[in-house]
């Protein structure tokens, strides 16, 4: 198993940036990626960016690219979100998520809210 735990969420100003991190403990040398989601109420989960852990390349999702940079340190057990250029539409309960390569589902952290508001 894996446990994930994300922070630095908060309140911003649109055209403004945050940095949120993910700290994983328990199997991290079975990660293979590890990715961010979103979700505003009333809707599904919406893929945000994605991490893989061995070659390093990421992809995102196009209403996020060129703002938004997924980074990690697979031996700290670390993974961050730089949002950059933030707009009220950015605003959303933002989840880490990790796969392993022995588990057929991901592991989710608990939430962080992001709010970009005037």
């Known amino acids: 198993q894996v446990q994930l735990v994300e922070s630095g969420g908060g309140l911003v100003q649109p055209g403004g940036s945050l940095r949120l991190s993910c700290a994983a403990s328990?199997?991290?040398?079975?990660?293979?990626?590890m990715a961010w989601f979103r979700q505003t109420p009333g809707n599904e989960r919406e893929f945000v960016a994605r991490?893989?852990?061995?070659?390093?390349?990421?992809n995102y999702a196009d209403s996020v690219k060129g703002r938004f940079t997924i980074s990690g340190d697979n031996a700290k057990g670390i993974e961050c979100l730089q949002m950059n250029r933030l707009q009220p539409a950015d605003t959303a309960i933002y989840y880490c998520?990790?796969?392993?390569?022995?588990?057929?589902?991901?592991?989710w952290g608990q939430g962080t809210q992001v709010t970009v508001s005037a």
């Open positions: 998520t990790a796969s392993l390569y022995d588990d057929t589902s991901p592991y």
């Open positions: 328990g199997r991290t040398n079975r990660i293979y990626t």
């Open positions: 991490r893989w852990t061995s070659s390093g390349t990421t």
